[in-house]
Nanobody, 128 residues
Framework: QLQLVESGGGLVQPGGSLRLSCASSGYPLDYYIIGWFRQAPGKEREGVSCITRYGDRTRYEDSVKGRFAISRDNAKNTMHLHMNDLKPEDTAVYYC?????????????????????WGQGTQVTVSS
């Protein structure tokens, strides 16, 4: 069974940057579509970004386009979310998640309920 562990969260000032990492184990990462999701207090979990199994296509939620970048390194079984120009509204717990490539979730904009494996989450707080 795939296991995911996030790292890299923290407190950052508005306009700052963070890089979140997600390390996988238990099965080759290239079997999966992977994504980043976030949940702010009192809000539903929402998709931030997702990437196909070989990294040839990516999707981003509108509010993060141009500021965030998703990447993956299948050889190292890791993926990252590079976050720039952070805003207070980006404050949330961020989760990495994975779903088998054959579920074709990427064509449906990577809905959270189609992702089978989840990390424990890492807190990102954007505040001055």
């Amino acid at each position: 069974q795939l296991q995911l562990v996030e790292s890299g969260g923290g407190l950052v000032q508005p306009g700052g940057s963070l890089r979140l990492s997600c390390a996988s184990s238990g099965y080759p990462l290239d079997y999966y579509i992977i994504g980043w999701f976030r949940q702010a207090p009192g809000k539903e979990r929402e998709g931030v970004s997702c990437i196909t199994r070989y990294g040839d296509r990516t999707r981003y939620e509108d509010s993060v386009k141009g500021r965030f970048a998703i990447s993956r390194d299948n050889a190292k079984n890791t993926m990252h979310l590079h976050m720039n120009d952070l805003k207070p509204e980006d404050t949330a717990v961020y989760y990495c998640a994975a779903t088998p490539y054959f579920r074709d979730s990427f064509t449906r904009d990577c809905p959270p309920n189609e992702f089978m494996y989840w990390g424990q989450g890492t807190q990102v707080t954007v505040s001055s």
